[in-house]
Protein backbone atom coordinates (compact mmCIF):
# COMPACT_ATOMS: atom_id res chain seq x y z
CA UNK A 1 0.00 0.00 0.00
CA UNK A 2 0.99 3.35 -0.83
CA UNK A 3 1.43 6.72 1.64
CA UNK A 4 -1.72 8.16 -0.22
CA UNK A 5 -3.65 4.83 -0.23
CA UNK A 6 -3.14 4.65 3.20
CA UNK A 7 -4.47 7.95 3.99
CA UNK A 8 -7.29 7.27 1.61
CA UNK A 9 -8.23 3.96 2.98
CA UNK A 10 -8.73 5.38 7.29
CA UNK A 11 -9.41 9.39 6.31
CA UNK A 12 -12.36 9.05 8.55
CA UNK A 13 -10.19 7.27 11.44
CA UNK A 14 -7.26 9.23 11.00
CA UNK A 15 -9.77 12.66 11.06
CA UNK A 16 -10.84 11.57 14.16
CA UNK A 17 -7.80 10.56 15.45
CA UNK A 18 -5.91 13.60 14.59
CA UNK A 19 -8.45 16.27 15.02
CA UNK A 20 -8.43 16.01 18.98
CA UNK A 21 -4.39 17.13 19.56
CA UNK A 22 -3.45 19.41 21.22
CA UNK A 23 -0.42 21.71 19.76
CA UNK A 24 -0.87 24.51 21.50
CA UNK A 25 2.64 24.50 22.70
CA UNK A 26 3.51 24.48 18.92
CA UNK A 27 0.91 27.25 17.80
CA UNK A 28 2.42 29.04 20.50
CA UNK A 29 5.91 28.84 18.75
CA UNK A 30 4.66 29.49 15.32
CA UNK A 31 1.94 32.01 14.90
CA UNK A 32 2.98 35.23 17.19
CA UNK A 33 5.41 36.14 14.73
CA UNK A 34 3.13 36.43 11.82
CA UNK A 35 1.31 39.61 10.97
CA UNK A 36 -2.17 39.25 11.69
CA UNK A 37 -3.57 39.27 7.67
CA UNK A 38 -0.49 36.53 6.95
CA UNK A 39 -1.51 34.27 4.59
CA UNK A 40 -0.02 30.36 5.85
CA UNK A 41 -0.08 27.70 3.98
CA UNK A 42 -0.60 24.06 5.27
CA UNK A 43 1.22 21.14 2.98
CA UNK A 44 -0.27 17.84 3.87
CA UNK A 45 -2.87 19.73 5.54
CA UNK A 46 -4.62 16.07 6.59
CA UNK A 47 -7.81 16.77 7.97
CA UNK A 48 -7.28 20.28 8.32
CA UNK A 49 -7.29 20.64 12.02
CA UNK A 50 -4.78 23.51 11.99
CA UNK A 51 -6.37 25.08 8.90
CA UNK A 52 -9.78 24.88 10.53
CA UNK A 53 -7.92 26.96 13.65
CA UNK A 54 -5.27 29.11 11.63
CA UNK A 55 -8.90 30.76 9.62
CA UNK A 56 -10.68 30.79 13.36
CA UNK A 57 -7.78 33.03 14.18
CA UNK A 58 -8.53 35.15 11.04
CA UNK A 59 -5.17 34.49 9.20
CA UNK A 60 -5.30 33.53 5.47
CA UNK A 61 -4.75 30.22 4.34
CA UNK A 62 -4.62 27.88 1.93
CA UNK A 63 -3.72 24.33 2.03
CA UNK A 64 -3.38 21.01 0.06
CA UNK A 65 -3.38 17.27 0.51
CA UNK A 66 -2.84 14.21 -1.56
CA UNK A 67 -5.53 12.14 -0.01
CA UNK A 68 -8.58 12.99 -1.84
CA UNK A 69 -10.50 12.01 1.28
CA UNK A 70 -8.31 14.41 3.67
CA UNK A 71 -8.49 17.13 1.31
CA UNK A 72 -12.72 16.83 1.35
CA UNK A 73 -12.67 16.41 5.40
CA UNK A 74 -10.20 19.50 5.52
CA UNK A 75 -12.13 21.36 3.98
CA UNK A 76 -15.38 20.70 5.16
CA UNK A 77 -13.32 21.42 8.56
CA UNK A 78 -12.24 24.14 7.52
CA UNK A 79 -14.48 26.17 4.94
CA UNK A 80 -11.53 26.66 2.67
CA UNK A 81 -10.62 25.40 -0.63
CA UNK A 82 -8.18 22.22 -0.22
CA UNK A 83 -6.28 21.47 -3.30
CA UNK A 84 -5.71 17.75 -4.10
CA UNK A 85 -1.88 17.21 -5.25
CA UNK A 86 1.70 16.09 -4.26
CA UNK A 87 3.57 18.75 -2.36
CA UNK A 88 5.75 18.60 -5.67
CA UNK A 89 2.95 19.75 -7.94
CA UNK A 90 1.49 22.51 -6.10
CA UNK A 91 1.78 25.25 -8.01
CA UNK A 92 4.22 27.19 -5.71
CA UNK A 93 5.60 29.83 -7.89
CA UNK A 94 1.76 30.93 -8.84
CA UNK A 95 1.04 31.51 -5.24
CA UNK A 96 2.76 33.86 -2.00
CA UNK A 97 1.99 33.52 1.25
CA UNK A 98 4.03 34.39 4.16
CA UNK A 99 4.14 31.04 6.10
CA UNK A 100 4.49 26.86 5.42
CA UNK A 101 3.10 24.62 8.22
CA UNK A 102 4.19 21.04 7.70
CA UNK A 103 3.56 19.43 10.40
CA UNK A 104 4.06 15.62 10.29
CA UNK A 105 3.97 15.35 6.66
CA UNK A 106 7.37 15.78 4.89
CA UNK A 107 8.25 12.68 6.92
CA UNK A 108 6.05 11.21 3.90
CA UNK A 109 8.93 12.59 1.27
CA UNK A 110 11.67 10.36 0.26
CA UNK A 111 14.79 11.56 1.74
CA UNK A 112 16.14 12.22 -1.55
CA UNK A 113 13.64 14.43 -2.11
CA UNK A 114 13.33 16.09 0.85
CA UNK A 115 15.48 19.80 0.20
CA UNK A 116 14.31 20.03 -3.31
CA UNK A 117 10.48 19.25 -1.31
CA UNK A 118 11.36 22.14 0.56
CA UNK A 119 13.32 24.41 -1.72
CA UNK A 120 10.02 23.81 -3.91
CA UNK A 121 7.40 24.75 -1.50
CA UNK A 122 9.55 28.08 -0.44
CA UNK A 123 9.11 29.23 -3.82
CA UNK A 124 5.90 31.16 -3.15
CA UNK A 125 7.12 32.34 0.48
CA UNK A 126 7.64 35.66 0.79
CA UNK A 127 11.87 36.58 2.00
CA UNK A 128 11.62 36.75 5.70
CA UNK A 129 8.87 34.15 5.87
CA UNK A 130 8.47 31.46 8.35
CA UNK A 131 8.52 27.25 7.33
CA UNK A 132 7.25 25.36 10.34
CA UNK A 133 8.20 21.38 9.64
CA UNK A 134 8.33 18.65 12.34
CA UNK A 135 9.92 15.03 11.38
CA UNK A 136 10.46 12.03 13.48
CA UNK A 137 13.91 11.16 15.35
CA UNK A 138 15.39 8.16 14.14
CA UNK A 139 17.00 6.17 11.55
CA UNK A 140 16.31 5.46 7.62
CA UNK A 141 13.37 5.07 5.84
CA UNK A 142 10.99 2.89 8.27
CA UNK A 143 7.55 1.59 6.58
CA UNK A 144 4.59 1.85 8.65
CA UNK A 145 1.46 0.79 7.86
CA UNK A 146 1.88 0.80 4.88
CA UNK A 147 3.62 4.09 4.19
CA UNK A 148 7.11 5.45 3.71
CA UNK A 149 8.00 7.30 6.71
CA UNK A 150 11.61 8.86 7.27
CA UNK A 151 13.76 9.11 10.33
CA UNK A 152 16.04 11.96 10.73
CA UNK A 153 19.29 12.84 12.91
CA UNK A 154 18.78 16.56 14.38
CA UNK A 155 22.13 16.81 12.15
CA UNK A 156 20.65 15.54 9.23
CA UNK A 157 17.49 17.53 9.28
CA UNK A 158 19.24 20.93 9.87
CA UNK A 159 21.59 19.94 6.93
CA UNK A 160 18.62 19.47 4.80
CA UNK A 161 16.49 23.13 5.78
CA UNK A 162 20.06 24.28 5.23
CA UNK A 163 20.59 23.26 1.85
CA UNK A 164 16.97 23.85 0.81
CA UNK A 165 18.45 27.97 1.80
CA UNK A 166 16.26 28.44 4.76
CA UNK A 167 17.69 29.64 7.94
CA UNK A 168 17.15 27.98 11.22
CA UNK A 169 15.27 30.07 13.96
CA UNK A 170 14.07 27.79 16.27
CA UNK A 171 14.33 23.68 16.98
CA UNK A 172 13.14 21.87 19.95
CA UNK A 173 11.71 18.15 20.66
CA UNK A 174 8.33 17.23 21.41
CA UNK A 175 7.65 14.68 24.17
CA UNK A 176 7.46 11.28 23.37
CA UNK A 177 4.47 9.32 22.55
CA UNK A 178 3.51 6.36 22.00
CA UNK A 179 3.05 5.13 18.15
CA UNK A 180 2.25 1.38 17.38
CA UNK A 181 3.80 0.58 20.84
CA UNK A 182 6.91 2.29 19.55
CA UNK A 183 8.42 5.52 21.17
CA UNK A 184 8.42 8.19 19.45
CA UNK A 185 10.22 11.70 19.48
CA UNK A 186 9.38 14.34 16.76
CA UNK A 187 12.00 17.13 16.14
CA UNK A 188 10.39 20.72 15.38
CA UNK A 189 11.76 23.38 13.24
CA UNK A 190 10.91 27.01 12.46
CA UNK A 191 13.51 28.31 9.53
CA UNK A 192 13.49 31.66 7.80
CA UNK A 193 13.64 32.40 4.24
CA UNK A 194 16.24 34.77 4.04
CA UNK A 195 15.68 38.71 3.26
C1 LIG B 1 0.70 12.38 9.48
S1 LIG B 1 -0.38 13.19 8.37
C2 LIG B 1 -0.30 14.86 8.98
C3 LIG B 1 -1.50 15.66 8.56
C4 LIG B 1 -1.61 17.04 9.21
N1 LIG B 1 -0.52 17.90 8.81
C5 LIG B 1 -1.68 16.90 10.71
O1 LIG B 1 -0.76 17.35 11.40
O2 LIG B 1 -2.68 16.35 11.19
C6 LIG B 1 0.53 13.29 6.86
C7 LIG B 1 -0.23 13.93 5.72
O3 LIG B 1 0.64 14.11 4.61
C8 LIG B 1 -0.08 13.81 3.43
N2 LIG B 1 0.89 13.44 2.39
C9 LIG B 1 1.69 12.35 2.35
N3 LIG B 1 2.47 12.38 1.27
C10 LIG B 1 2.15 13.52 0.61
C11 LIG B 1 2.63 14.12 -0.60
N4 LIG B 1 3.60 13.56 -1.33
N5 LIG B 1 2.11 15.30 -0.98
C12 LIG B 1 1.12 15.89 -0.24
N6 LIG B 1 0.62 15.37 0.92
C13 LIG B 1 1.16 14.20 1.32
C14 LIG B 1 -0.97 12.66 3.83
O4 LIG B 1 -2.04 12.47 2.92
C15 LIG B 1 -1.40 13.10 5.22
O5 LIG B 1 -2.55 13.90 5.19
Given at each position: MSTVNYYESCAREYADASMGANLDHVYQRFLPALKP???????????????KLFTQLGFKVMGFDKSVELAKIACHHSGQTVHVCSFMEFPAQQKRYDAVWAMASLLHVPRAELVDTMKHLSTGLVPGGRFYLSLKVGEGCRPTRGTIEERYSPEEAKEAIASAGLGLSEFWYTGARQDNLEPVTWMNFIAIKPA
Amino acid sequence: MSTVNYYESCAREYADASMGANLDHVYQRFLPALKPEATILDAGCGAGRDMKLFTQLGFKVMGFDKSVELAKIACHHSGQTVHVCSFMEFPAQQKRYDAVWAMASLLHVPRAELVDTMKHLSTGLVPGGRFYLSLKVGEGCRPTRGTIEERYSPEEAKEAIASAGLGLSEFWYTGARQDNLEPVTWMNFIAIKPA
